[in-house]
C-alpha cells in the first residue's frame, strides 16, 4: 500500500483563482513533512518543512501557504495563483532529518 | 549557499554499459548525499544515500563521495531500458530542516 498519497494528480487553474493541494502519509507516525516545487526545466526547490502538528517553517517565499492541520496531513495553498506558480508539486516524508525523504507521486499545475 | 550542478546533461548508453553520472558540489562541510531518479511526470525514487567518503552501493547503483574533490558521483551497473530517467543529485544543508539542494538532473537513454 502506498504510504504518501497527493491529490490532485494534475490541476489546470486561471491566474488569481484559489488553489489548495493536499498530501496523506498512511501507517508514519509524527514524520516530517516537506513540499518541493519543481518549475519546467528547473530544479526542485523546498518550499515548506514541517516536523510536527500545527507548525510549518517558510523556506522559500513564493506566495504560497502551507498547513499542517493533522499529523498526517500536509496542506498546499494559496489565495490568487499566479502565472509562475506552475509547475510540478512534490510532497515528501521522512522520520528525522537523517533519512532520505520519500516522495509522492506529485501534481501538476497548469496557470493559465 | 550550497550550489549542486550535474554533468552530464543527458546521456546515452547502450543496455548493459556501464552508466556513470557526476555531480559536483560547493560546501566540503556537507555529509549527507542522495541521488534520486524521476521517470517523466512521476515522483522521486531514492537511489542510495552515502554520509562518508568512499563508496556506498544499492543494488545495481554504487555512489563514489569524494568531499576533498567536491564530487558524487553514480556508477550504474548493467543499466535496463527501464533505467531512462532524470536522474537527480541532492546535498542536504546543515541545520534542522532536512532541506535538500538539488542539481537540474542527467538524463539517461538507455538504449536497447
Known amino acids: 500500500a502506498q504510504t504518501i498519497h497527493q491529490w490532485p494528480v494534475a490541476e489546470i487553474k486561471a491566474v488569481g483563482s484559489p488553489l489548495s493541494l493536499g498530501c496523506t502519509i498512511k501507517g508514519k507516525s509524527s514524520p516530517n513533512l516537506y513540499w518541493y516545487w519543481q518549475a519546467t526545466g528547473g530544479t526542485l526547490q523546498q518550499l515548506f518543512y514541517s516536523i510536527t502538528v500545527g507548525q510549518v517553517e517558510s523556506v522559500v517565499q513564493l506566495n504560497l501557504s502551507a498547513s499542517r492541520p493533522k499529523d498526517d496531513q500536509f496542506i498546499l495553498s494559496t489565495e490568487k495563483l499566479l502565472l509562475s506558480h506552475s509547475g510540478f508539486y512534490l510532497c515528501a516524508w521522512s522520520l528525522g532529518t537523517n533519512q532520505a525523504p520519500l516522495f509522492g507521486e506529485g501534481t501538476r499545475l497548469s496557470v493559465l | 549557499q550550497q550550489k549542486v550542478q550535474q554533468s552530464p546533461e543527458s546521456l546515452t548508453v547502450s543496455e548493459g554499459a556501464m552508466a556513470s553520472l557526476n555531480c559536483t558540489f560547493s560546501?566540503?562541510?556537507?555529509?549527507?548525499f542522495r541521488w534520486y531518479r524521476q521517470h517523466s511526470g512521476k515522483g522521486l525514487e531514492v537511489l542510495v544515500s552515502?554520509?562518508?567518503?568512499g563508496e556506498k552501493e544499492e543494488g545495481s547503483f554504487t555512489a563514489h563521495l569524494n568531499r576533498a574533490s567536491l564530487h558524487v558521483f553514480l556508477h550504474i551497473r548493467e543499466p535496463q531500458p527501464s533505467d531512462s530517467a532524470l536522474y537527480l543529485c541532492?546535498?542536504?544543508?546543515?541545520?534542522?530542516?532536512?532541506?535538500?539542494?538539488f542539481g537540474l538532473g542527467t538524463t539517461l537513454q538507455v538504449q536497447p
Open positions: 541532492a546535498v542536504r544543508i546543515t541545520g534542522n530542516t532536512g532541506k535538500l539542494i
Open positions: 560546501d566540503r562541510s556537507s555529509d549527507n
Open positions: 552515502i554520509f562518508s567518503d
